[in-house]
């Protein structure tokens, strides 16, 4: 299992996601990004205004996504 963070992949608090995989972070991060929209949360919000933004571009969207994947990857199992 490896952790990371809401606020380590572009998020704003500290939630930590422990996972296998980049796909199920991938998926966890997503369906946490979704309960705190629900909640009217104005950090998170912020945060997703960012990523819309990077949504924009799939090419830097892309370049992100794998700047991610490469820090999983890098973290020890623990």
């Not at 990371?4 to 972070?25: K, N, P, W």
């Amino acid at each position: 299992m490896k952790k990371m963070t809401c606020r380590q992949l572009g998020g704003a608090c500290d939630h930590v996601f422990e996972v296998s995989t980049f796909e199920e972070l991938a998926e966890k991060s997503k369906m946490h990004g979704m309960e705190m929209l629900q909640k009217g949360d104005a950090p998170h919000l912020q945060a997703m205004k960012k990523m819309t933004g990077l949504m924009e571009s799939p090419q830097k969207m892309q370049e992100w996504m794998e700047e991610r994947r490469k820090e999983f990857e890098a973290l020890p199992d623990e």
